[in-house]
């Protein structure tokens, strides 16, 4: 062993110099001989919002568990008995010190939102007025509700909620409470950019004005950066063990994060930083034309949602974004696309005058294309295992391109043997990318890959659908909330606006200065850029960079 170690080296290597300084101390918990170890655990301040930055695996759960008082650590000595006073003289001197004496006390008290929201309706029998009335502790759901836009389904059943309204909904009943602390892991997945920036400001707001200490673990790098006072970085292997760093700035964090290295820590996490451009990528100058579709309307009937989509091009090979809020046609868009829905009129369509026959005739979605869709909410839990699922879409399954295209990115190998039903969100989400990629098609459409998945994942998953779009001669659309991922995947961008649940306008794709300048406008958020990366950072409104950028109409590229 390299000597520091007592047992079995965590790194399974022993030329390792500077190990990191966390690993020299014991743990905080250990569940077993050879099992999971989680090093470290996050330091929650009143008045601060505290966040988590790290993979799925890697103790986030366990070290939550131990500040809610609900799992006693035993400092790694898991074959004796620890006690709340051994473990308090474990963090004398530490920022934990008063916390865990409270804890110890039974002192804490803790509201926590789920990382799953899809299954709040296994558990709770009622609708949406009956759950959130037993959570209103402080008297702020009226607030809440509004705020949240909660308001058009309070009497709906739990059980007929959508994802980004269980979301919603499962946000407020948290924030209802009357906590010291208040833990919310992952409040992004399947909220749009509005829903989200609504979100992170509930919560700094009861941090701020409340004095309350929130502790957030978030994969949405903006938002994370928008919410976060400070910012502990979980790293390790996943289901072995895992280290949650001393509290950093939430911007060296996060720029830390993506370089790939931790500074105080001296650890690299990632072969390859994650980058992003400053200018807008150029457009492709000879890419051939997948498609032409002409103006459309739908209307979901008298009085219901209406959309208008304006004539456009998708071309051969391109990544092409799709964003708007919630509730604005995109899905209907999609399913006008794939023939699942009929056009009420479909306008001069532009080949008409080359080919003499129209790709889209009203009553006729069908534009001759092969679409393979996955939908936002991945509903696959039938009694079949990953590899018997996933070898009946495609006979590559296996061969050596598949498995360095498909399963290697989307780290499919550890879970090929588990059963559908049994995987949890992050893992279905990468069954059903490389489900919809594997299929072979003209076009790839992918709502919401990015649900449920890690950083690391949105990133391995961004590439893995990149580089199959240009060696597949593939054309993808992607439909996300998460401006990282559309900025490092897209090509173009298509730009919904309206009003959500009313009426939906779909522009046609557009370069992605103009499609980001068209989508941040009507959000009225600006990015400025991180000095030192480059990174988009969501500015302050009103402040000086937000209402010059407004004015000079560059809300997301450095002009
Ligand atoms: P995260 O929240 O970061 O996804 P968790 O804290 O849930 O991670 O889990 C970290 C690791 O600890 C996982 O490998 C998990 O299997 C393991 N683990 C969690 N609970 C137990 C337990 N009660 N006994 C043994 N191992 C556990
Ligand atoms: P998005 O994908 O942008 O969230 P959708 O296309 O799913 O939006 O939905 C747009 C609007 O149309 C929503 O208000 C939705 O409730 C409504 N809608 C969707 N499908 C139907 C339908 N079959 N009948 C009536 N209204 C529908």
Redesign the pocket.
Known sequence: TCGICVEKCPFDAIEIINLPKELQNDPAHRYGENAFSLYGLPAPQDGQVTGILGPNGIGKTTAIRILAGELEPNLGRHDEDVDWDDILEAYRGTELQDYIAAVRDGDVTVARKPQYVDQIPNTFDGNTRELLEQTNERGALDELVERLSIGPVMDQSIDDLSG?ELQRVAIAATLARDTDFYFLDEITPYL?IGQRVTAARLIRDLAEKEDRSMLVIEHDLAILDLLADTLHVAYGEPGAYGVITAPKSVRNGINEYLSGYLDNENMRIRPDPIEFEEHAPRAASHTETLVEYPDITKS??EG??S?EVEGGTIRQNEVLGIV????????????LLTGN?EPDTVGQDPTETSSGQSPLDAGDADLDLDISYKP?YVTIDQHMRVDAFLSSITDQFGSSYWNTEIAQPLQLERIMEQNLADLSGGERQRVAIAACLSDSADLYLL?EPSAHLDVEQRVQATSAIRRYAEQQDATVMV?DHDTYMIDLLADRLMV?DGE???H?RAGAPQPMRDGMNDFLANLEVTFRRDERTSRPRINKPDSQLDKQQKTDGEYYYAP
């Open positions: 980004g749009d979901y009937g219901e949602f959309l708007g809020p919630n509730g604005i046609g995109k899905s209907t868009f999609a399913k829905l936002q709502d439909i919904f959500p649940a009313e939906g």
